[in-house]
């Protein structure tokens, strides 16, 4: 581990705390991480802190022995949210990792009493940690452009962790075996044949949504081209996914509302997930279910598995992986042909599951 820029954690390592609340796909990004703390501090202690919402993604991660919910609606849960802060310095660990660097993280982290603090130096709250790591550093502490889970592995490298886990960037996701089956069987009785395809229309940020008009397209084609559909959707998300069914000219099956727990169920009876850069994605790869995304915002290399049955297409525009999350020409999702993405899927159904991505360049009107 010569080329790791190690931090000066003081002591000895036996009680760690991770802060890394928000998205479903950023806490399942950051199981990688969590595992190679687990194995690389012998008879460690590893809590996590996760917004109470995302508790199911980590209550069965075997590399986990607590995981303390994180009240999410303030300022009127103040009261739940100091009690936490009190209960965690409680707690006396020795290593506390920021993964996310909010101002509610970096207190928590301060509060916390740690003599090991590790989080991003960013303006301001980045005096409340006592190791700072520039934000996308590797593990020798430079700038670098890798996929997500990568950084958290470097992280917990330079924290002191060693160990083959850290060569590990495999995303965990432990399912409930009954609510699997469970859901195995919806999937069979509503897709019983053909290759099942899921759509994830919805997105977190508008300027990494494909257009409604070019999923009913997307549709339609792998429809016409013998695979059953199913739209997927979430919280707030319906709408959108049954807008999608209605103006589709073939059939396509309207998933019932789920749980995470249920969602991966359905995400792992797949033949194939085409989503935008999001949460419902990252769960289709800790579920091993083979993914395509459509790309615009952001970059493949960070956000895209570098091994495995993962694929992604983007259209060929200067301006994309601008990491915008409102854009007003919305380009790169205007000008990949919903043709080409069908096509891709269909090739991709079709040829050994090795992971590729695609750049189309848009044809001039």
């Known amino acids: 581990m ?26 399942l990004l950051a199981t990688p991480a969590l595992r190679a703390l687990k194995h ?17 993604v980590l209550q069965r991660n075997p590399d986990i022995d607590r995981v303390w919910p994180l009240p999410r609606r303030l300022p009127r849960r103040r009261g739940a949210w100091w009690a936490l802060a009190r209960d965690l310095r409680r707690q006396h660990f020795d290593l506390v990792i920021d993964l996310h660097g909010s101002p509610r993280t970096a207190l928590l982290a301060l509060f916390s009493g740690a003599r090991n603090r590790v989080g991003y130096a960013l303006r301001g709250r980045g005096r409340l940690y006592n190791l700072r790591i520039a934000r996308d550093s590797d593990r020798r502490g430079r700038r670098s452009l890798q996929y997500a889970a990568r950084v958290g592995l470097d992280i917990v490298a330079r924290c002191g962790a060693t160990g083959p886990a850290l060569a590990d960037d ?19 009785q509503e897709l019983p044949t053909g290759p099942r395809v899921g759509l994830s229309p919805a997105g977190t940020w508008q300027a990494k949504t494909y257009p409604p008009s070019s999923w009913v397209e997307l549709g339609d084609r792998l429809v016409a081209a013998g695979c059953r559909v199913l739209l997927l959707w979430g919280p707030g998300e319906r709408t959108l996914a049954t807008e999608v069914q209605s103006r589709m000219s073939l059939p396509a099956v309207l998933a019932p509302a789920t749980s995470v727990d249920e969602l991966a169920g359905i995400l792992a009876r797949l033949d194939l997930l085409i989503s935008n850069d999001s949460g419902v994605k990252h769960l289709g790869v800790a579920c091993g279910t083979p993914t395509l995304t459509i790309l615009g915002p952001t970059h493949p290399v960070a956000w895209v598995p570098p091994s495995g049955p993962h694929a992604w297409v983007r259209a060929g525009v200067p301006c994309a992986a601008c990491n915008l999350t409102q854009c007003l020409h919305h380009l790169c999702m205007h000008l990949l042909a919903a043709e080409e993405v069908a096509r891709r899927a269909l090739a991709y159904l079709g040829r050994s599951r090795t992971a590729f991505g695609v750049e189309v360049r848009p044809l001039p009107e």
Request: glycine fraction near 6%.
């Open 170 to 188: 495999s995303l965990v996701f432990v399912p409930d075996t009954a609510i699997a089956s469970r859901m195995a069987r919806v999937v069979e």
């Open 2 to 27: 010569s080329d790791v820029a190690r931090l000066p954690v003081r002591g000895t390592v036996r009680r760690i705390l991770v802060l890394r609340p928000r998205a479903l796909g950023d806490v």
């Open 40 to 56: 690389g501090f012998p008879a460690v202690a590893l809590h996590v802190a996760v917004d109470d919402g995302l508790l199911p």
